[in-house]
């Protein structure tokens, strides 16, 4: 982790920030400091066959079924899927959230780091199925995530908390949807030998058109 995720954790131009304000960096170092020992990291998967795909369906084996365009489009070409939920517990959350009605700036600053470690901690964990799919002379799609077009939050969530025993992270889910805690991201990666180039994450992001991190992520 360095000031540049904190600082784009908390949806803020790194350069801009470090052009006009020291002291905002000084505060994410200081998160950095302070707050990653609260970080508690967990990944929770499965990785399950792909029986069938039919247009928007996708049945995997035992009968479970992921659903939705976004799915159809990536998972036509898969053997596999790999179901992921990702965390990095509570502690951090709660902190942040203890902080800020006395330390508005620290507080954001630690929320920032939280946004941070959950994503860098889920590139981590896609990083590893690509390794292993390396490995085995196959390849991934990119990360499919509830949320994005083609597969509603209220219709992904559903699905990916009834193949995963959330509870075993400490991990729930509320009836809007929402994770808790909020540090938490879930996905699923197709797995399989000829996975069709389908651009990036980004390219199937609501916000695509007004991100200001696209070349970030790129």
């Not at 499965?46 to 990536?74: D, F, P, S």
Request: hydrophobic share 45%; with cysteine.
């Amino acid at each position: 982790m360095d000031t540049d995720a904190v600082l784009r954790g908390q949806g803020a131009d790194p350069a801009v920030v470090r052009s006009r304000s020291v002291d905002l960096v000084l505060i994410a170092k200081r998160a950095i400091r302070e707050g990653s020992p609260l970080i508690r990291p967990k990944v929770l998967f499965r990785r399950l066959a792909l029986e069938r795909v039919a247009h928007e369906r996708v049945t995997l084996e035992g009968g479970a079924i992921l659903q939705g365009r976004l799915l159809g489009q990536h998972l036509a070409q898969a053997s596999e899927a790999a179901v992921l939920l990702c965390t990095i517990g509570e502690d951090l959350e709660q902190r942040a959230s203890e902080t800020m009605p006395c330390d508005l700036a620290f507080g954001l600053a630690l929320d920032g780091l939280g946004s941070a470690a959950v994503e860098a901690l889920a590139n981590a964990a896609c990083r590893r199925f690509e390794d292993e799919a390396d490995l085995a002379a196959l390849q991934t799609s990119i990360p499919l995530s509830p949320g994005m077009m083609g597969w509603p939050v209220d219709q992904g969530q559903s699905q990916i908390f009834s193949l995963l025993k959330a509870e075993e992270i400490g991990v729930r889910l509320s009836p809007s949807w929402v994770m808790f805690p909020r540090k938490s991201l879930s996905m699923v990666l197709g797995i399989g030998t000829m996975m069709a180039e389908a651009g990036k994450a980004c390219d199937f992001c609501a916000l695509r058109d007004t991100c200001h991190y696209r070349d970030h992520y790129a």
